[in-house]
């Protein structure tokens, strides 16, 4: 069965940058798939954030791209997200998934459970 | 704003039929890219639906269908349940912002 977990600090400064590592059990993301990431503010929709495919390249939203960079460590099974120069826009429950090859663009069939980050002084 | 765009409510009685239609364009939809559906309960993340237009993942009961024309994408829910209010999302790929998109979300209540 695959699971993903985030982990990370729930409160974030302004300006500062925002961590986040996915662990991922059952699958290795080295085998496949792609790796990302969606956020969820308060009360809103879904955002999609950037993904990782198996072998290493990356992919961002389009108006995140300058702050944004997700990285992978095979090693441990984990891939990361992080965020620069974070403003209070970026409060928002981070979802970590795993996102197919088999459609076009990919769909998304496993998620972690979501972890809250807010950003304040 | 969503360039996928979704009614933010729909309601039905038990038993009934609903639709949610995903509104996009040539840019999305309309250029062949696939359509997915979300499930999302309160307070719990999103669990897939509907993958590539019209496929059910395992264990997604058949009360739920999708399906794709022109600009548009819609999922049909048959013999509405009390367990199914929750939001539901939409999702594809816009060529114009080069991003994977999600619609707005609609709200499902069973009256």
């Known amino acids: 069965q695959v699971q993903l977990q985030e982990s990370g600090p729930g409160l974030v400064k302004p300006s500062e940058t925002l961590s986040l590592t996915c662990t991922v059990s059952g699958y290795s993301i080295s085998n496949n798939f792609y790796w990302g990431w969606v956020r969820q503010p308060p009360g809103e929709g879904l955002e999609w954030v950037g993904s990782i495919s198996h072998s290493g390249s990356t992919y961002y939203k389009s108006s995140l791209k300058n702050r944004v960079t997700i990285s992978r460590d095979t090693s441990k099974n984990q891939f990361s997200l992080k965020l620069s120069s974070v403003t209070a826009t970026d409060t928002a429950v981070y979802y970590c998934?795993?996102?197919?090859?088999?459609?076009?663009?990919?769909?998304?069939?496993?998620w972690g459970q979501g972890t809250l980050v807010a950003v304040s002084s | 704003q969503s360039v996928l765009t979704q009614p933010p409510s729909v309601s039905g009685a038990p038993g009934q039929r609903v639709t949610i239609f995903c509104t996009g364009s040539s840019s999305n939809i309309g250029a062949g890219y696939d359509v997915h559906w979300y499930q999302q309960l309160p307070g719990t993340a999103p669990k897939p639906l509907i993958y590539?237009?019209?496929n059910r993942p395992s264990g997604v009961p058949d009360r739920f269908s999708g399906s794709k024309s022109g600009t548009s994408a819609s999922l049909a829910i048959t013999g509405l349940q009390a367990e199914d209010e929750a939001d539901y999302y939409c999702?594809?790929?816009?060529?114009?912002?080069?991003?994977?998109?999600f619609g707005g979300g609609t709200k499902l209540t069973v009256l």
């Open positions: 590539g237009n019209n």
């Open positions: 999702q594809s790929y816009d060529t114009s912002l080069s991003d994977v998109v």
């Open positions: 998934l795993r996102g197919t090859m088999t459609t076009n663009p990919s769909s998304f069939d496993y």
